[in-house]
């Protein structure tokens, strides 16, 4: 069964994490994500057990919404993450002026976000230490 209420143990700037209600999976969960100054809502609208889940976030700054796409799959003896992200921006053209920006952002965290994850999967706990220290996981942009 899949646990989507942990995301604050391998996400260091999410400080909780938790769903609304007593809905923990499928379409139409909604997970909170507190960070320091905003929280983001993640309303999920796919959900393929153990294989796939898409979610639609709202409220962070300059963000209209985000939707991001995770999957996994075997290859070998290993297991394949596949994340897609999609970010809408607020501000019309002002907006798509920072797309790019924000590109290049999500092209140099993505990696380094990727290595508490491969962490908690391979050790069962979160990473004590700084998240800097752990070796980026390999992705592609």
Known sequence: MSKIDNVDL????IQQSYCEGNKTQGVDTI???KLEKFD???KFVEWEEGKSFKYVATG????????NHWSIKPVGNE????SYSEIIMK???FGRLLEPLIFLA???AFPNALAPLKYYIETGKPYAGNVKDLP??????
């Open 60 to 67: 962070a700054p300059l963000i209209k919404s985000a939707s």
């Open 40 to 42: 983001i809502r993640e």
């Open 91 to 93: 501000g019309g053209i």
């Open 79 to 82: 297991t394949l993450i596949v």
């Open 136 to 141: 980026k996981a390999i992705a592609f942009c």
């Open 10 to 13: 391998w996400v260091p700037s």
């Open 106 to 108: 999500t092209k140099v």
């Open 31 to 33: 997970r909170i994500c």
